[in-house]
């Protein structure tokens, strides 16, 4: 018989693309997710992986179990809902977002939640959007805090409902007393000699940088990659490259560096993501309300575009 913990180890390969992601994103040693691999393997009879040297590729018929798991997690996820109810266990809700949402939006929706739930126990996971959504389908979250940039959308999926929380600009973050920061409106191509500091391939907006660029008429020099836009900023300062950035991202800005809006520039929405058919469902109605509130409280560093609720 399959191992259903297995089952949900090959999901996360195949999700993340790489051994090594799925492990940071499981919580396991690399050698660990390999030994499970192996050993759903032997319980399938048929190989389900093939392995490069430094990434991993399903084959036709591991993408075909992974289809049948998350069928599988998602019947165990309503089982695990009904038996919590039945127990007479306190409402739970669940939800998923990135570092920058969680540190500028999610602080502020909870205590406004709390003031009309508070007998509902919300726990908080930090995840990346394309996981985060993947889990909202298979109901390991209930909601998840999620966001797509221009040149990098988020996958158009029949089972997931998406409300528009916030759309703001893109910025180009200088070094301070950079030539190009006395520009009201910065052009991407004057910045086409520059080297680029992008997220990690870890991040779903990996590409961002590098087709924001090439829309704009140039190939980027790329020599670094962050996810931390602390760190990002402290490259910046240094004098390292210049680097995309949402107003999110920019709550604590580097005194090193000079942040300019983009003339014609991309943008970012952020959206709150559960599955079709159960807005009204648990106490998903009272929490997009107080991330709606909490988004038009917040003193954006600069003018931003709010979604209509």
Known sequence: MLDVRRLRVLREVALRGSIARAAESLRFTPSAVSQQLAKLE????????ERGPRSVSLTPAGWRLVEHAEAILERLAEAEAELRELDGAPPALRIG??????VSIVPDALLRFSAVRPEVEVTVTESDPLASLDRVRVRELDLAIVFE????PLPSDPRIELELLLEEPLRI????GHP????RA???????????????????????TERACR??????????EFDDYAAMQSLVASGAGVAFAPDLGLSSPNPGVAVRPIAFGP??????????????????????AALREAVLAREPLFPARVGAS
């Open 173 to 176: 973050v200088l070094p301070a």
């Open 97 to 102: 977002a990135n570092t920058t949402a969680a």
């Open 149 to 152: 940039y221009d040149h990098v």
């Open 186 to 208: 910065v052009r991407l191509l004057d910045l086409a000699d520059e080297t680029w500091i992008r997220s990690t391939s870890r991040s779903s907006c990996n590409p961002f």
């Open 180 to 183: 190009v920061s006395r520009q």
């Open 215 to 224: 829309a704009a008429g140039f190939e980027p020099r790329i020599r670094f």
């Open 42 to 49: 032997a319980e399938a009879g048929v190989p389900l992986v």
């Open 267 to 288: 943008r970012r929405r952020v959206h709150a993501a559960f599955r079709a058919g159960e807005r009204d469902g648990r106490a998903l109605p009272e929490m997009l």
